[in-house]
C-alpha cells in the first residue's frame, strides 16, 4: 500500500490575503499587507496591471500553515523556464560517489563536485514557489525539494570536510540561511519543516531526506523523478524498514525496536493514517506494517511496546575507517 500523493489539502488558507489565480492547479495569493476580505474585480485587475511594473510577492498556499508561517518569495514567475535533473542524476548514480548502501565518497565528490554544483545554481535560480510553471504538478514540485535539500546537505558536508559528523557543523548546518531555493533565502530547517512536512500531506519523504549521518535513510542512487516519485517514495519507506537498524520486532519480548524518526516525526505519519483511513484514532505501528517486509509486518502487534533505538549521527562516509558496513536491503 502506498501513500500516495493524492492530497486534497494542498491548498490551505493564508489570511489577509486575496486570491489571484490558478496555474496548472496550484492557487497563488498576492501578499500585500492586510485587505479586506472580499477584493473586487476591479482590485485584482489593478494589481495585475501593477505587476508588471514593479511586481509582486506571491506564496504558495500551504496546507497547515499559520500566518505567522508564510513562505514569502520576492517574485513568482508564470512562464515556463527549464530545469534539468540530469547534473543532479549523475552524481547520483555514479558508483564512485554514492555506494548501493547509501554511503557517500566525499573526499571523491569534494574533487568532482562539479555536477553537484551546476545542479545547485539551478536550484538557487529557480523552484515551484518562484516559477510554477516549471513545477506545475504536486510531484514535480516535491521532488523539486527532496534534491534540494539532499544536494544542500552534500554541499555543507563537502564545506567542513573532513569531518566525522554533522554534529561538529551544528547549529549552522541545519540552522544556518544561504541554501538559495529560486531566489529564497532558506535553510535545511526551513526547507524540511516549513515547505516539505507542511505543503506535502505524504510522510514517506521523511525516508527520502538524507541528513548525512548513519542513522538516516539510505541516500539513493538516483534523483528523485517527478514521473517516478510515487515508485520511488515507496521503495525508499520499503527500504528503510528493511534496515534492521530501523526496524526489529522481538515477538517473544512483545517490543518494537523503532527508529526515533518515526518517534520525532508521529505526528505526521498519524495524520497521514487519520487522513486516508479516515479513523480517529490511529497507532505508529499502523504505518509500519505498511512498508515493512511481509514476514515481519505479520509479526507485529499494536499492543507491543516500542522501544526508540538510538540515533547514529557518524558522517555516512564511504571512506571512513574502519569502514561501515551495512547490510543489503535491496
Avoid at 200 to 205: G, S
Avoid at 321 to 326: A, F, G, N, Q
Wanted: proline share 7%; hydrophobic share 40%.
Amino acid at each position: 500500500m502506498g501513500a500516495g500523493l493524492s492530497n486534497p489539502s494542498w491548498h490551505g488558507t493564508l489570511p489577509l490575503c486575496d486570491r489571484l489565480m490558478n496555474v496548472g492547479g496550484r492557487e497563488l495569493v498576492v501578499v500585500d499587507g492586510p485587505r479586506q476580505p472580499h477584493a473586487t474585480g476591479a482590485a485584482i485587475t489593478a494589481i495585475l496591471v501593477l505587476a508588471g511594473i514593479v511586481g509582486l510577492t506571491f506564496v504558495a498556499r500551504a496546507p497547515t500553515q499559520e500566518p505567522n508561517q508564510s513562505q514569502t518569495i520576492p517574485y513568482a514567475e508564470t512562464e515556463e523556464r527549464p530545469f534539468s535533473l540530469a547534473p543532479f542524476d549523475r552524481v547520483m548514480r555514479d558508483p564512485e560517489l554514492v555506494t548501493t548502501d547509501g554511503l557517500v565518497h566525499y573526499a571523491g565528490l569534494k574533487q568532482r563536485s562539479q555536477d553537484l554544483d551546476a545542479f545547485l545554481e539551478q536550484v538557487k535560480a529557480i523552484s515551484p514557489h518562484s516559477n510554477i510553471a516549471s513545477f506545475s504538478s504536486e510531484n514535480e514540485a516535491l521532488a523539486y525539494w527532496l534534491n534540494a535539500y539532499n544536494a544542500w546537505m552534500l554541499r555543507a558536508v563537502l564545506d567542513a570536510y573532513p569531518i566525522d559528523s554533522v554534529k561538529e557543523i551544528e547549529p549552522e548546518v541545519f540552522g544556518a540561511k544561504g541554501r538559495i531555493c529560486g531566489g529564497e533565502d532558506l535553510s535545511l530547517n526551513e526547507i524540511e519543516h516549513e515547505i516539505v512536512r507542511k505543503e506535502f500531506l505524504d510522510p514517506r519523504a521523511h525516508f527520502a531526506l538524507n541528513c548525512a549521518s548513519m542513522g538516516c535513510p539510505w541516500i539513493p542512487q538516483e534523483a528523485f523523478d517527478p514521473a517516478r516519485l510515487e515508485q520511488q517514495l515507496d521503495r525508499e519507506a520499503r527500504r528503510f524498514f528493511k534496515d534492521p537498524d530501523h526496524l526489529i520486532v522481538d515477538v517473544p519480548a512483545k517490543t518494537v525496536f523503532l527508529s526515533p524518526i518515526l518517534d520525532w516525526y508521529q505526528e505526521d505519519f498519524l495524520k497521514w493514517l487519520e487522513h486516508t483511513d479516515g479513523a480517529e484514532q490511529s497507532h505508529i505501528l499502523q504505518y509500519v506494517r505498511l512498508y515493512a517486509p511481509e514476514d515481519i509486518a505479520q509479526k507485529i502487534d499494536e499492543q507491543f511496546d516500542i522501544v526508540w533505538q538510538d540515533y547514529d549521527w557518524a558522517l555516512n562516509d564511504a571512506g571512513a575507517s574502519p569502514l561501515r558496513v551495512r547490510a543489503q536491503t535491496g
